[in-house]
């Protein structure tokens, strides 16, 4: 009986860890830094436990949301703040909680100051992610979706790594704001058409087509900026380029899925013909992404903006897949953005590694590392190679389905995308040969350190997780088959 009422109010437990986190930390004292830290691990630890509980579960069986649980209802606005889960927002949680371990433990020696503000910050943004990925409600969920920005605003404007940091903060906050205003308007506008925000039942209505194609611009001015689409990108690389290394790791793993998630949990279901109307634009613009932000990728001299456009180039492909309308694409879009979490956060903490050491990110200053830091220099490889989409690792299965499900639409549009392919092999393979491989640098660097064995334990998870997705795909995709389905439902 204890354990059925426990699996009933899972997601409440989820939810109401990082809040008590965030309590605990406030009545710890400022000095103690060593325990904040291993109060915060403990914290994070936990709700990913739980998210494994979910996990566990999970029956894969239904498309129905799963855990659903009303925390309250406020009548005389027909408001409910209802939370639950499908197939692929389960993924999201299980990452959001995964990636925050990683974030708090590569923090462990690099925050100087106002550490237990550092740690509040994220346990926040922690709560706002969680609340993202379960709330069935449009109000709460645009809430707690632009909730988000606050915490990464102070985590990369306070705890950035470079001077620029306030210009890029700001831009990130005010770009990813914007974007959102006239989301904004088109929530409302359903609320005093419809009378309700409860995404159950503004799945069973129809609109307008004139009123489908206003609600999906507004949605799409907002999604477009988080994920970002070209020509909404500008903020990314900047962010990336001043934000710390955890800061890096969590906006590139979890802030750009969440346009990817709205997509899929709003804009398709419950605006059908507007999604299939403006189908080519989505398409143009991802295949300008792809190839636009390949070759920009190629120019860079900073390591963290070399990843940050490459990140364009590769959510070019998670929008063509979500936007093909069939299993194949839509379950490799959401694979991809799976895959592409671990890769660029695996990528971004070489980096981290690297500025650690010689505090510098320029790609000139490194050559030769293969003779004097073997280890990274072979989890560099191995995520480079995964970063291609090599057989064998998680974005292999990503880019292999979504091309399945482009070339049942549009054959020309997936011979385009294969140069995208080709193009990421080439900064991948310039990137790791540039910092490898080539004579040592000694008139530079006097001091070289091979991984430590916390480094090498933050790396090592997020190798076995790329290696169980490609090597073993079908543990993932049939969670969210039916969830999949259950989408293309709305759209017939």
């Not at 997509?263 to 991802?286: D, E, H, K, N």
């Not at 900073?302 to 070019?316: F, T």
């Not at 592409?340 to 070489?350: G, K, P, R």
């Not at 910092?435 to 001091?447: N, P, Q, R």
Request: glycine share 6%.
């Amino acid at each position: 009986m204890i354990l059925f009422s426990i699996s009933e109010n899972l997601l409440l437990i989820l939810s109401a860890l990082p809040l008590l986190g965030v309590w605990g930390l406030i009545l710890l004292p400022e000095e103690e830094k060593h325990i904040c830290l291993i109060f915060t691990l403990f914290i994070t630890c936990l709700i990913f436990l739980v998210t494994i509980f979910l996990w566990i579960l999970f029956d894969p069986t239904t498309s129905f949301f799963q855990f659903n649980k009303v925390l309250f209802y406020f009548s005389t606005l027909n408001f409910y703040y209802i939370i639950g889960i499908d197939g692929i927002s389960l993924f999201f949680l299980v990452l959001t909680s995964f990636l925050i371990i990683l974030c708090v433990i590569v923090s462990w020696q690099s925050i100087q100051f106002y550490l237990k503000e550092y740690l509040i910050a994220f346990l926040i943004l922690e709560f706002c992610l969680i609340q993202v990925f379960c709330v069935l409600d449009l109000l709460l969920f645009y809430i707690f979706f632009e909730s988000v920005l606050i915490p990464m605003f102070l985590i990369v404007g306070v705890w950035g790594s470079r001077v620029r940091k306030i210009r890029a903060a700001y831009q990130f906050f005010l770009y990813t704001l914007l974007g959102s205003v006239l989301m904004l308007i088109g929530i409302i506008f359903i609320y005093f058409t419809k009378g309700s925000f409860d995404l159950h039942i503004l799945s069973l209505v129809n609109f307008s087509t004139f009123c489908e194609i206003f609600l999906w611009l507004s949605f799409f001015a907002s999604f477009a900026v988080k994920i970002p689409m070209v020509p909404f990108h500008i903020w990314l690389p900047e962010a990336h380029a001043e934000a710390p290394t955890a800061g890096s790791v969590i906006l590139a793993g979890i802030l750009l899925k969440l346009g990817g998630y709205g997509f899929l949990r709003f804009s398709l279901p419950l605006f059908p013909f507007a999604s299939i109307y403006f189908t080519p634009v989505i398409f143009l613009l991802s295949l300008i992404a792809i190839i636009y932000a390949s070759l920009s990728t190629l120019r860079q001299v900073d390591l963290k903006k070399i990843i940050a456009y490459s990140s364009v180039s590769h959510m070019g492909f998670v929008t063509i897949g979500i936007f093909s309308f069939n299993s194949q694409g839509i379950e490799g879009s959401v694979i991809l953005m799976l895959s592409h979490a671990l890769v660029s956060s695996a990528l971004f903490l070489c980096v981290g590694i690297l500025y650690d050491r010689h505090k510098t990110r320029i790609i000139k200053y490194f050559s030769g590392l293969v003779y004097v830091m073997p280890i990274f220099t072979i989890f560099l490889l191995f995520f480079s190679f995964s970063n291609i989409g090599f057989p064998g690792t998680s974005s292999f299965i990503g880019e292999i389905l979504v091309l399945f499900g482009c070339i049942k639409i549009n054959i020309a549009l997936s011979v385009f995308m294969t140069v995208g392919v080709v193009l990421s092999a080439c900064y991948s393979i310039w990137l790791l040969n540039r910092i490898s491989f080539g004579t040592l640098k000694i008139h530079y660097y006097f001091f070289f350190q091979d991984l430590s064995r916390r480094e090498f334990w933050l790396l090592f998870p997020l190798l076995l997780l790329i290696l169980w997705m490609g090597l073993y795909p079908t543990s993932f995709i049939s969670e969210i088959h039916f969830s999949t389905l259950n989408l293309l439902e709305h759209l017939k």
